[in-house]
């Protein structure tokens, strides 16, 4: 049995996939989901091997899900947005259904998906997993999951970012949360006018930077709003200075 | 330049014409006609700036250039007289001159009102093409973006989506639905037309809306319209509530889970039509600043355009509730 999900916050969309699903009696739909927090609880508890999903939901949605999965399985979005398709594909979705779609284009996904697995067996799957999620538009907000509790976090809240292990640590004024991404995940995706890659553990605001300080000979270290202070690698120096115009 | 240029090259012709007349010496005639050009100049000049600032009728042109033309002259006359006193014969010629020299001079102004005349009009045609295609292109994008926000796609996409559904399992409920979003496209484009309609109008085209989102959401949608007995013929401008109420159920429904209501209620406040929509909204995860999404800064545009007033609309956050409140002034 290939396991699926569904994810869509319409329900009449759900069952619409449902139906088109009805076809094929090897697919199996493990749980139907109402929004990305379902969706992450439902997608850690079932593995599933496939899940359709909307990316316009309440609270996160669907790219932001998909980060906080760890092993995301097969993706196929269903929206009503066209304007989403690029990043779709950069996140490795097998096809981006728009919305309302016909029995015939719903097909031609699943042979997509039944080819892509065949060939290449799950190797698709794992290489999604160390790929990362580009956001092309500037992103003003970060998903973090604590336990079974998700958190929004607004960009303008971070303080600074460390490298910890595979891992890395979003500092706010209250709190610290881990995300499963890589630095340069955060480099690429944050707005290079506002967030500097100072180091290579470390990435800050510029509206939390007080002061740069000379710390031995040719070294130095960013002073933060916060009294935190940060070292500067010799060209996260240099990139520092050229984002500041000095 | 090209101004100064061209009394130059009259002054070096006067002075040949005036020393080929036999009459005068070479320093005569050279200052005869530096004298002549630069005054001509200035009075040149005098006409050019006041054809600038404003444009006087035909019969008043050609008295202002006789005029000028007089007064170059009689000023010729007069500053060539104190300064070439000592010229023999040179006072007998100038007065047997002066004839010749009033049409010359007023040939000169002449020439260069008609220059400078058509010359101003020229660009003012241009400035005015320019503006002109400005300000048709802006009217046209206006025009796109106002048509691209009332067609909605992703509703209309969604509903699509949603009838496309129910075709299946309940062919009834989605004829229903078809008829639904038909009588609220329908409704879209008439009241484009339309400056001002009734409260009870307006709140039956968004009933419309209301019900397609309603079957879009199923349980999680709810609505609640509460309204004073006056306030059904009262009027308001047409499509106005549309975008408020949208980005109600936007934030509703985006930035919370589970049930939501959405709450008007419509009352009459000092002789004004009262609006108020309660939708729940989640401050820590609402995105910057709900009130300035799109939809809020449109109608604000619109009734400042209407009423030239900004404080018809205004927005509030309390606790997990978001109101948008709106008083639209009657007619007396």
Same mark, same amino acid.
């Given at each position: 049995? %290939?396991?699926?999900?569904?994810i869509d916050d319409e329900?009449?969309a759900?069952?619409?996939?449902?139906?088109?699903?009805?076809?094929?009696?090897?697919?199996?739909?493990?749980?139907?989901?109402?929004?990305g927090?379902?969706?992450?609880?439902?997608?850690?508890?079932?593995?599933?091997?496939?899940i359709f999903l909307d990316i316009q939901m309440?609270?996160i949605n669907g790219f932001e899900m998909l980060e906080?999965?760890?092993?995301p399985?097969?993706v196929i979005f269903t929206t009503a947005f066209d304007e989403y398709a690029i990043k779709a594909f950069e996140a490795h979705a097998i096809d981006y259904l728009l919305k309302p779609f016909?029995?015939?284009?719903?097909?031609?996904a699943?042979?997509?998906?039944?080819?892509?697995?065949?060939?290449?067996?799950?190797?698709?799957?794992?290489?999604?997993?160390?790929?990362?999620i580009r956001n092309p538009e500037e992103r003003n907000r %970060?998903v973090?999951?604590?336990?079974?509790?998700?958190?929004? %976090?607004?960009?303008?809240?971070?303080?600074?970012?460390?490298?910890?292990?595979?891992?890395?640590? %979003?500092?706010?004024?209250?709190?610290?949360?881990?995300?499963?991404?890589?630095?340069?995940?955060?480099?690429?995706s944050?707005?290079?006018?506002?967030?500097?890659?100072?180091?290579?553990?470390?990435?800050?605001?510029?509206?939390?930077?007080?002061?740069?300080?000379?710390?031995?000979?040719?070294?130095?270290?960013?002073?933060?709003?916060?009294?935190?202070?940060?070292?500067?690698?010799?060209?996260?120096?240099?990139?520092?200075?050229?984002?500041?115009?000095? | !330049?090209?101004?100064?240029?061209?009394?130059?090259?009259?002054?070096?012709?006067?002075?040949?014409?005036?020393?080929?007349?036999?009459?005068?010496?070479? @320093?005569?005639?050279?200052?005869?006609? $530096?004298?002549?050009?630069?005054?001509?100049?200035?009075?040149?000049?005098?006409?050019?700036?006041?054809?600038?600032?404003? /444009?006087?009728?035909?019969?008043? #042109?050609?008295?202002?250039?006789?005029?000028?033309?007089?007064?170059?002259?009689?000023?010729?006359?007069? $500053?060539?007289?104190?300064?070439?006193?000592?010229? $023999?014969?040179?006072?007998?010629?100038?007065?047997?001159? !002066?004839?010749?020299?009033?049409?010359?001079?007023?040939?000169?102004?002449?020439?260069?009102?008609?220059?400078?005349? !058509?010359?101003?009009? !020229?660009?003012?045609?241009?400035?005015?093409?320019?503006?002109?295609?400005?300000?048709?292109?802006?009217?046209?994008?206006?025009?796109?973006?106002?048509?691209?926000?009332?067609?909605?796609p992703h509703?209309?996409f969604n509903?699509?989506n949603?009838?496309?559904?129910?075709?299946?399992?309940?062919?009834?409920?989605?004829? *229903?639905?078809?008829?639904?979003?038909? +009588?609220?496209?329908?409704?879209?484009?008439?009241? +484009?037309?339309?400056?001002?309609?009734?409260?009870?109008?307006?709140?039956? /085209?968004?009933?419309?809306?209301?019900?397609?989102? *309603?079957?879009?959401?199923?349980?999680?949608? *709810?609505?609640?319209?509460?309204?004073?007995?006056?306030? /059904?013929?009262?009027?308001?401008?047409?499509?106005?509530?549309?975008?408020?109420?949208?980005?109600?159920?936007?934030?509703?429904?985006y930035?919370?889970?589970?049930? $939501?209501?959405?709450?008007?209620?419509?009352?009459?406040?000092?002789?004004?039509?009262?609006? #108020?929509?309660?939708?729940?909204? +989640?401050?820590?995860?609402?995105?910057?600043?709900?009130?300035?999404?799109?939809?809020?800064?449109?109608?604000?545009?619109?009734?400042?355009?209407? @009423?030239?007033?900004?404080?018809?609309?205004?927005?509030?956050?309390?606790?997990?509730?978001?109101?948008?409140?709106?008083?639209?002034?009657?007619?007396?």
């Open positions: 049995m %290939i396991k699926v999900i569904l329900p009449l759900r069952s619409l996939v449902t139906e088109y699903l009805q076809a094929y009696p090897q697919f199996e739909i493990v749980q139907s989901c109402n929004d927090f379902e969706g992450v609880k439902a997608i850690t508890q079932h593995k599933p091997d496939l309440p609270k906080l999965i760890e092993q399985p097969s016909g029995k015939e284009r719903f097909d031609k699943l042979q997509k998906w039944l080819q892509q697995n065949s060939q290449a067996g799950k190797q698709t799957n794992a290489a999604l997993v160390n790929e990362e %970060i973090v999951k604590e336990g079974s509790h998700i958190k929004i %976090i607004p960009v303008h809240d971070i303080l600074y970012i460390e490298a910890y292990d595979d891992y890395v640590k %979003i500092f706010t004024q209250k709190e610290m949360f881990l995300k499963k991404k890589t630095m340069s995940f955060f480099e690429q944050l707005n290079p006018s506002q967030f500097v890659r100072v180091h290579r553990s470390y990435i800050i605001p510029l509206a939390q930077l007080t002061k740069i300080e000379p710390l031995e000979k040719d070294t130095h270290i960013a002073l933060l709003k916060n009294g935190a202070k940060i070292p500067l690698s010799k060209t996260g120096y240099l990139k520092l200075k050229t984002v500041l115009g000095i | !330049m090209i101004y100064l240029g061209w009394w130059i090259v009259w002054i070096v012709l006067q002075t040949f014409v005036l020393f080929n007349t036999g009459i005068l010496s070479w @320093y005569a005639a050279i200052n005869d006609a $530096i004298i002549t050009n630069v005054i001509l100049a200035a009075g040149g000049y005098v006409m050019i700036s006041s054809i600038r600032f404003y /444009h006087p009728r035909q019969i008043l #042109r050609l008295a202002w250039s006789i005029g000028l033309a007089l007064g170059c002259v009689f000023l010729i006359r007069w $500053i060539a007289l104190q300064l070439l006193a000592n010229e $023999i014969g040179y006072e007998e010629f100038l007065e047997k001159s !002066m004839i010749i020299r009033a049409l010359f001079s007023w040939l000169m102004i002449s020439i260069i009102t008609i220059l400078s005349w !058509m010359w101003f009009y !020229m660009r003012e045609q241009q400035e005015l093409e320019s503006r002109k295609t400005n300000t048709e292109k802006l009217a046209r994008e206006a025009e796109l973006s106002k048509l691209r926000q009332q067609l909605q509703f209309l509903s699509l949603s009838i496309s559904a129910l075709v299946g399992t309940k062919p009834e409920e989605a004829r *229903k639905m078809i008829q639904e979003l038909s +009588d609220f496209l329908r409704g879209t484009i008439k009241k +484009d037309d339309q400056q001002f309609v009734k409260l009870e109008e307006e709140l039956k /085209h968004l009933q419309l809306c209301l019900e397609i989102e *309603k079957v879009r959401f199923g349980y999680r949608l *709810k609505t609640q319209i509460n309204q004073e007995e006056q306030t /059904h013929k009262m009027l308001l401008p047409s499509l106005l509530l549309q975008p408020l109420v949208e980005n109600a159920i936007k934030f509703g429904l930035d919370t889970i589970g049930e $939501i209501t959405i709450r008007l209620d419509a009352r009459v406040v000092d002789y004004h039509l009262y609006i #108020r929509i309660e939708n729940p909204f +989640d401050p820590e995860t609402s995105q910057p600043q709900p009130g300035t999404g799109f939809g809020l800064n449109s109608v604000q545009r619109r009734l400042y355009l209407l @009423y030239g007033r900004n404080d018809l609309l205004s927005t509030q956050q309390q606790d997990t509730v978001f109101t948008t409140e709106l008083k639209i002034p009657q007619p007396v």
